[in-house]
């Protein structure tokens, strides 16, 4: 008959069914999916109001010179066209429709604004296709 003490197999087992039920927690984590964008004006002269619309949010600048980037990072929500508004420097408002994102896509876009209104897009993307 045992009197007053401790099983120190008993420590040993808690230690091990705690440590069980923490590293299938640890599997499951959250992966946060993000987008690297990189917006490049080539247009020959400054722009000003830079946006960039994605499916539901967007970023930009006030003013972008010639020869400079912008960069940020995004996380897609939904589906949809990317587009890219901004004013020229003679004040025409150009608007530029992009790729399509999907939800957890992740990689870079780089953007490349051009002269004339014009602009090319370099999507390096992974995950689900946008419908």
Known sequence: MKTGGCDPRSG??????????????????????????????RTGEPIRLLEVDYPS??????ALADGASFHYRIQVQGNGRLKVLYTSAEGRQIQI???????????????????????????????????
């Open 57 to 62: 949010a967007s970023f930009g600048s006030d």
């Open 97 to 131: 429709d992009g790729p399509s994102l999907a939800e957890r896509q992740e990689g870079t876009v780089e953007i490349e604004l051009l002269p004339a209104g014009r602009a090319e897009f370099h999507p390096h993307l992974s995950g689900p296709s946008a419908p």
């Open 12 to 41: 040993v087992r808690a230690f091990l069914i705690g440590l069980g039920l923490l590293v299938p927690a640890g599997l499951t984590a959250c992966h946060s999916s993000h987008i690297d964008m990189a917006v490049q004006n």
